[in-house]
């Protein structure tokens, strides 16, 4: 499977974020998308998620599922959790599970999703399953943001600052998760100014555009 992005150009408040963006991905590697703030690491991943319309350019998947667009492959986590603070930890996965999960094919691209209460054992926070998600401290948030990574099986790992509000060892652990899911044949595009001990990675830097 590859992820190709050919000439994007995006179009944020009436001004040209980036332009000319290109890339190619294949199963089983990562791309790290650095630069400074506001040149548009964020932007560029919502395009590929299709969250974002490109101005110009497109997204493809090739040797993917041929039914399912290119965003349909990706699991985008940004800067905010999308949890819902009354919902017991637990409730907040299976809500996520239920929602990004094709019924039929639980194996989705050829890759198996993970327990809800083993992907919380895997992000360190299997202890707090029953505990409302208002309670959870930043960086439990977070981790929980990132366990839905692995309770829907998607190709394409879309993440924004993933290692924001992590202490060391949560790094760790995501680290961890990343490279599981790049030798299992998955893809990782990780906007951060972190690097990645994933291999193999590369580098896009994205400039200001003209």
């Known amino acids: 499977m590859r992820l190709i992005a050919e000439n994007l150009a995006c179009d944020r408040g009436g001004?040209?974020?980036?332009?000319?963006?290109?890339?190619?991905?294949?199963?089983?590697?990562?791309?790290?998308?650095?630069?400074?703030?506001?040149?548009?690491?964020?932007?560029?991943?919502?395009?590929?998620?299709?969250?974002?319309q490109p101005a110009e350019g497109h997204v493809a998947i090739e040797g993917g599922d041929d039914e399912a667009t290119p965003g349909e492959h990706c699991h985008y986590s940004g800067h905010l959790d999308a949890l819902k603070p009354?919902?017991?930890?637990?409730?907040?996965?299976?809500?996520?599970?239920?929602?990004?999960?094709?019924?039929?094919?639980?194996?989705?691209?050829?890759l198996a999703p993970c327990d809800p209460e083993a992907a919380l054992e895997r992000v360190g926070i299997g202890h707090v399953a029953d505990l409302p998600a208002a309670y959870l401290s930043a960086g439990q948030r977070r981790r929980?943001?990132?366990?839905?990574?692995?309770?829907?099986?998607?190709?394409?790992?879309?993440?924004d600052e993933p290692t924001a509000a992590l202490d060391a060892a949560s790094e760790e652990a995501l680290t961890e998760l990343m490279r599981a899911h790049v030798n299992a044949g998955?893809?990782?595009?990780?906007?951060?100014?972190?690097?990645?001990?994933?291999?193999?990675?590369?580098?896009?830097?994205?400039?200001?555009?003209?």
């Open 144 to 159: 929980l943001a990132l366990a839905r990574l692995l309770v829907t099986a998607r190709p394409v790992w879309l993440l």
């Open 86 to 110: 009354a919902l017991s930890v637990a409730e907040n996965l299976l809500f996520w599970r239920a929602f990004l999960s094709a019924p039929d094919e639980p194996a989705c691209f050829g």
């Open 15 to 52: 001004r040209r974020v980036f332009a000319g963006v290109r890339l190619s991905l294949e199963s089983g590697a990562a791309l790290v998308v650095t630069g400074p703030n506001g040149v548009g690491k964020s932007s560029l991943l919502r395009v590929l998620a299709g969250l974002v």
């Open 186 to 210: 998955g893809m990782v595009i990780a906007a951060t100014h972190q690097p990645l001990d994933l291999d193999p990675v590369s580098t896009l830097r994205l400039e200001a555009a003209t």
